[in-house]
């Protein structure tokens, strides 16, 4: 969990916002995590390769029913990676201060 998001929210309410989340049947749940974030650190990931398991990740969210959990989790959170939402991490921090 992240540090920073604990502090501002407290591990109470961060608690909270991953249960709403886990609680709205996210379509990634039983699917495969690397989908959604990609290989390790140590693992080069070419930039077609993670643009298409992007676009895949996307489509999984787009009719996900925990869409909007997912979200004000992830804004919570601020995860360094993955596609949270139907967005990637870029896409969900663009043009806000890090």
Not at 59 to 76: E, H, I
Request: hydrophobic fraction near 45%.
């Amino acid at each position: 969990m992240n540090e920073l998001a604990a502090a501002v929210l407290g591990d109470e309410e961060l608690s909270d916002l991953r249960d709403d989340l886990l609680n709205a049947n996210p379509a990634c749940e039983n699917g495969d995590v690397d989908l959604f974030t990609g290989p390790d650190l140590f693992e080069h990931e070419p930039d077609d390769v993670r643009e298409a398991r992007e676009a895949q990740a996307k489509a999984v969210c787009a009719g996900c029913p925990a869409r909007a959990a997912c979200l004000a989790y992830a804004l919570a959170i601020r995860p360094e990676a993955g596609v949270w939402a139907g967005l990637t991490t870029d896409e969900l921090f663009q043009g806000r201060a890090a």
